[in-house]
């Protein structure tokens, strides 16, 4: 179904980088799932006051590249409609050092997420804990 739409789906994987780059320098519209750190690898970043991780690979991405991320969210309106919301592009120095600069990057997205959350919070479907106190033994 997404392949008729025109969608390629990479899915996490030793070439997932590769073939985002390509994507990216064919001037392909690449959408990232940047919301949670499936892989658990992440980078260290506060969202919503505590400390998760993110995944590295939109600011790997964007730093590789030159591309910027466009933070970007779709919310459902009562009414049937949807409206887009587009934050300011975070972009990455490729000069700047690796880590830093990674770290820096996908902190800067973890700030846009939160705006794009917090604008319609019944709508952030997050269905796995996220949070280290999500697995604490207190909350079961």
Not at 90 to 97: E, G, H, K, L, Y
Not at 98 to 112: D, F, G, H
Request: proline share 10%.
């Amino acid at each position: 179904l997404r392949r008729g739409y025109g969608i390629d789906v990479i899915p996490l994987g030793p070439d997932a980088m590769a073939r985002l780059v390509r994507a990216v320098t064919n001037r392909d519209i690449v959408c990232l799932l940047a919301d949670r750190d499936l892989a658990g690898s992440g980078i260290e970043v506060e969202l919503f006051g505590e400390t998760t991780t993110l995944p590295a690979g939109p600011a790997l991405l964007a730093r590789r590249t030159g591309a910027p991320l466009l933070p970007t969210a779709v919310y459902y309106r009562s009414d049937g409609h949807r409206i887009g919301l587009v934050l300011p592009p975070i972009t990455a120095d490729p000069t700047a050092r690796l880590r830093p600069e990674v770290a820096r990057v996908t902190q800067e997205l973890a700030r846009a997420l939160e705006r794009l959350i917090s604008a319609a919070p019944d709508q952030w479907h997050l269905l796995e804990p996220n949070w280290p106190s999500d697995r604490s033994p207190e909350r079961g």
